[in-house]
């Protein structure tokens, strides 16, 4: 961030502030090079002019869809924008052809059924309100276009939604590239099955995410000439495995064990499982269960054929019984 030349008397201006991040208000005075604030919630700042940065008071009220649209892209201006939007349940912004997501903690069905793909399908990049869906179908259409590989890559700290954000991108190109009418499960089922047993064996609740992924992921997804799905390759690598033996409160262990506990009475005896509370890897926490997630529930969320080798891998039955 530059240091702005253009402070005087009277702008309206963004200053740091230890619990909101930013702050606007008004310049009172300047003196040498300290800036003197009065903030809009009624405090005095002064501080140096390097930190004090303009406010757009022309911005739309409801903050624009794309911020290379902005008057100033600084880190408040940026925050702002995003804050405004966020306020009006819009999720996504543009910059540039970089989409910005931020994480709604809230279901937002209508964002992500049928009908809101059907529109995306083929529409020109930035004709429609910012989507995930906009970045899957622009790297389809290339793809196809232009006969070339092409790669989506998803980033953030933990808890931003890069999990929930992976599995809507690949929801969208298995309803692209998804073969109608197949008899059987067809390859962008099974890609979306993976899912939850990969969740199961890789995620666990931690400090800052119930269901944080403790690994990372490559997912390839191979098309043929005419766009259809016709394989598909996921990559782990680097799993948190000392999680397994060493947990502390308020973090678990990898849902996977829980599940295992938590399945009916006939697979837990046959497998000598018993309350997860008896196991001291997990018992080491004092956190057994998650809000929002069912353990015995979860344990049979995983259908036939998701799993054709348990027996060598010694899953219980009922997960691949439903
Ligand atoms: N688009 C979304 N709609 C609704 N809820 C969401 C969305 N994105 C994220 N969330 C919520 O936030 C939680 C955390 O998101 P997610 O697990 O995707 O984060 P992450 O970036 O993958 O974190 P980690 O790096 O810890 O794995 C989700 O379990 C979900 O409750």
């Known amino acids: 961030m530059g240091t702005p030349a253009n402070i005087i008397v009277g702008s309206h201006v963004w200053v740091e502030d230890p619990t909101l991040a930013w702050i606007d208000g008004e310049v009172v005075s300047i003196k040498n090079n300290e800036v003197h604030v009065q903030t809009s919630n009624g405090k005095k700042v002064n501080t140096d002019r390097s930190k004090v940065f303009p406010k757009d008071m022309e911005a739309p009220p ?43 903690f809230q279901r937002l069905l209508h964002l992500y059924d049928t009908h809101m793909m059907e529109q995306y399908k083929g529409a020109d990049f930035g004709e429609l309100s910012p989507h995930v869906f906009a970045i899957a179908d622009v790297a389809y259409r ?16 933990s808890g931003a939604g890069k999990t929930e954000t992976t599995k809507m991108l690949m929801r969208y190109l298995a309803h692209l590239g998804g073969r109608s009418g197949v008899e059987g499960r067809t390859v962008e089922q099974q890609v979306l099955e993976s899912n939850p047993v990969l969740e199961a064996f890789g995620n666990a609740k931690t400090v800052r995410n119930n269901n944080s992924s403790r690994f990372g992921k490559f997912v390839e997804i191979q098309f043929d000439k005419t766009g259809r799905i016709s394989g598909a390759a ?15 409160t308020p973090e678990r262990n990898y849902h996977c064990f829980y599940f295992l506990c938590a399945a009916p009475p006939e697979d837990t005896q046959r497998y000598k ?32 054929g998701e799993l054709p080798d348990r027996k060598n891998k010694g899953i219980p039955e009922s997960w691949t019984n439903g």
């Open 273 to 304: 499982l018993a309350d997860a509370r008896s196991f001291h890897y997990l018992n080491q926490s004092s956190c057994i269960e998650v809000e929002g997630i069912n353990d015995a529930k979860d344990s049979g969320k995983n259908e036939v």
């Open 234 to 248: 996921i990559r782990t690598y680097l799993l948190e495995r000392s999680r397994v033996c060493q947990i502390n």
């Open 62 to 104: 409801g903050g624009v869809d794309d911020m290379t649209r902005l008057s100033y892209l600084h880190e408040p201006g940026v925050l702002q924008n995003l804050a405004t939007r966020y306020e009006l349940n819009e999720i996504y912004t543009y910059t540039g052809s970089i989409l910005i997501a931020v994480n709604p």
């Open 142 to 157: 290339e793809m196809i276009n232009e006969g070339k590989n092409n790669s989506i890559l998803v980033s953030g700290e």
